[in-house]
């Protein structure tokens, strides 16, 4: 979806913690954004029809494996992971279906681009759609 007035832009976190660096960036986002025209959300707290309406896939803890972004493919949202986590940040490369970010400004750097290019964005999205339809049984 494309973020308007009336549908603000809606990123998904996931995460059992949430990462200093993430908190670093969602402060620094909501600064320099006008909070109206996005939502954080945690995905857990979201019905499936509701996660359709994401615009990306925020993994906030770093700690978390591949399994845990599977709702966020499912449903053609790109990834924001932390380069610490290393299998998620080989699969966002491999599979062009994400960015990672080593700290708080870099998750922040990310975020900004997710927001304001929704061309890339849908196309992660669906690279990253693609690999689930193909190896969902990972």
Request: glycine fraction near 8%.
């Amino acid at each position: 979806p494309i973020k308007t007035k009336q549908n603000p832009g809606l990123i998904l976190c996931h995460g059992n913690r949430i990462d200093p660096e993430c908190l670093e960036a969602a402060k620094l986002f909501f600064k320099s954004n006008d909070s109206s025209n996005y939502r954080l959300v945690m995905q857990d707290w979201l019905q499936e029809d509701q996660i359709k309406n994401g615009i990306l896939f925020w993994m906030m803890d770093k700690s978390e494996g591949k399994n845990a972004v599977i709702a966020g493919l499912r449903n053609n949202l790109p990834l924001l992971v932390s380069e610490k986590n290393g299998e998620l940040t080989e699969f966002c490369k491999k599979n062009r279906c994400g960015l990672y970010a080593k700290n708080g400004i870099e998750t922040y750097a990310c975020l900004e681009y997710l927001v304001n290019h929704d061309k890339k964005r849908v196309l992660m999205g669906k690279k990253g759609f693609e690999y689930f339809l193909n190896r969902h049984h990972w």
